[in-house]
């Protein structure tokens, strides 16, 4: 076993036993060998498009079979080895429908019949292992970080694809990346930084997709207050980020006296209008992510588990979870297709929570348009000395207790300054009151790290009204990261030519010395150091 593709890796190198995330190394192996298949079927999609034969479900497939490969999603060995299967069915489907010859490795691989065949095959294929073996350590590093910004995109593609956006130039530059990591054996280091800037390029289109889906389809957020209370009655649980499968839920749950909870990346869709019209959707329970064993033990309900962030669920509550999509562990019942039966059977059968429990209420809400919508007011503020900076502070959200860092920051930034966050890294902070700035609260919740292009377009409207350079603006990117799409996410940044970002709690594991060189030189990429010591080096 070999994985360094998120941040929490074993000893900042690599996961060589069994993941901290708690995938085993079958799981592992299994999964570097779909990745594989799917740059095989990548490789006969690209070539039948060049006939003028084109599948968006191929495309839909792939996304989705590569979305099981991130960090938190699929720990089910059988699970990945039925993606891999139907990666070569899909292939082979291609080659005879157009008869076509191809040569490469990629396109000709075929899985061996049984289970322990498949793994030891596997075991020969991890794919950092020979990149490190094959490639040198830098062409290594890049091909990772372009591998794994890929994993990103094909989360938010998945998502977009399920209401119906699909983008042909976002799907042709995915494969065409995908293929190169295994095709191109190139040693020139330029070539391969200007592919990673091509993945944040395709990133940032994926993002916009995503974006119109999530907004054609349930319309565009709005500032709205969350109960982080409970009430009394039976209730179901639905952590993860797919809007699609809140929503399916919602309407099946209609009139049924059961309560509706979001969980953790979920608490953004409150804002949602076509969402909000539930009556049902009552709060918001819990946390970030990796507080998940305990506080899903203690919900008296059914649990729905619609993207990454899973844990390895416990014994004590493993048969109330239910897992959808990519998502997958063994011994959790999994959903196929949106029919949510099983689940609401389970509910209705549940006692709930016997009393009501008063909580807080906070505020999510504010995508771009409902910030821009105050944009001049801001602004006026900017020139007025009333708002003096800008923070950006969000990302992934982890275990371990230096990201008390964020917490901290945020706390001691001046009242004369504006938090932006979004994504899980919020969760360190959400429910504190940091009071307003001519009522504009100071802290606004974009969203999910889905919402990262709510985020940028912010920025590059602001730069654009004060008529300066994205890197001139008084903002500063804070930004803490997990796994996959905060890879993603970074590169888009970069593409973008944003610099002087503040990275933590960790540099990541597959970055090499000279790449990470690279981008101190030419972005001025930093680690977090400490809160003071960062506040006064921003702001003076």
């Known amino acids: 076993m070999f994985c360094n593709q998120c941040e929490q890796t074993a000893k900042g190198f690599a996961c060589t036993t069994r993941g901290v995330c708690g995938k085993d190394h079958e799981t592992d192996v299994l999964q570097d060998l779909l990745i594989y298949t799917c740059a095989g079927l990548a490789e006969a999609s690209l070539e039948a498009e060049k006939r003028g034969s084109k599948d968006p479900t191929v495309d839909q497939f792939l996304m989705e079979a590569i979305f099981s490969t991130l960090t938190n999603v699929n720990f089910d060995p059988e699970r990945i080895i039925d993606y891999i299967r139907g990666t070569v069915d899909l292939r082979e489907e291609i080659k005879k429908k157009l008869n076509l010859q191809l040569n490469s490795p990629l396109a000709n691989y075929f899985p061996p019949s049984s289970r322990a065949e498949l793994i030891k095959q596997a075991e020969t294929m991890e794919i950092e292992q020979n990149l490190f073996e094959k490639e040198g350590e830098d062409i290594a590093s890049l091909k990772m970080t372009i591998l794994y910004a890929l994993k990103g995109i094909s989360a938010y593609a998945y998502h977009a694809s399920r209401l119906g956006v699909q983008n042909e130039e976002i799907n042709r530059s995915f494969k065409e990346l995908l293929v190169s990591v295994f095709m191109d054996k190139t040693s020139d280091l330029n070539v391969w930084i200007n592919r990673a800037m091509e993945a944040g390029r395709i990133n940032l289109l994926t993002m916009e997709a995503l974006d119109k889906a999530n907004t054609g389809a349930f319309g565009d957020p709005r500032p709205t207050k969350v109960y982080l209370g409970i009430k009394a009655g039976k209730a179901i649980l639905v952590s993860g980020h797919d809007l699609k499968d809140l929503y399916e839920l919602l309407k099946q749950t209609q009139g049924k006296s059961i309560n509706i909870y979001t969980h953790g990346e979920m608490l953004p869709a409150h804002g949602y209008p076509e969402l909000k019209k539930f009556s049902h959707l009552v709060g918001h329970y819990g946390t970030a992510w990796q507080n998940q064993q305990k506080e899903f033990e203690a919900f008296p309900g059914p649990i729905v588990m619609t993207t990454n962030c899973l844990m390895p669920p416990k014994e004590t509550y493993r048969d109330r979870v239910f897992t959808l999509g990519p998502v997958g562990y063994p011994g959790v019942k999994h959903i196929s297709g949106d029919d949510f039966t099983p689940v609401i059977e389970m509910a209705l059968k549940m006692e709930g929570f016997k009393e009501d429990v008063s909580g807080v209420e906070i505020y999510t809400g504010f995508a771009r348009k409902a910030v821009l919508s105050v944009a001049e007011k801001i602004l006026e503020l900017v020139k007025e000395g009333k708002i003096r900076h800008f923070f950006l502070v969000g990302g992934c959200d982890g275990a371990k207790p230096v990201r008390n860092y964020y917490t901290e920051l945020v706390e001691k930034i001046p009242q004369d300054c504006l938090v932006l966050t979004l994504a899980c890294g919020k969760f360190r902070f959400f429910d504190k009151d940091l009071g307003t700035i001519e009522g504009i609260p100071r802290l606004l919740d974009i969203g999910q790290c889905n919402d990262a292009y709510s985020a940028i377009q912010i920025a590059l409207a602001l730069a654009k009204a004060l008529n300066v350079d994205v890197n001139k603006l008084p903002l500063s990117l804070i930004l803490s990261w997990y796994e996959q799409k905060a890879v993603a996410i970074f590169l888009t940044l970069l593409y973008l030519g944003i610099k002087n970002?503040?990275?933590?709690?960790?540099?990541?594991?597959?970055?090499?010395?000279?790449?990470?060189?690279?981008?101190?030189?030419?972005?001025?990429?930093?680690?977090?150091?400490?809160?003071?010591?960062d506040l006064k080096a921003i702001l003076g």
């Not at 709690?505 to 809160?531: C, D, G, W, Y």
């Open 501 to 533: 970002i503040l990275l933590g709690p960790s540099m990541p594991a597959f970055l090499s010395r000279n790449v990470r060189n690279f981008l101190v030189e030419n972005f001025n990429l930093q680690p977090i150091s400490t809160p003071d010591a």
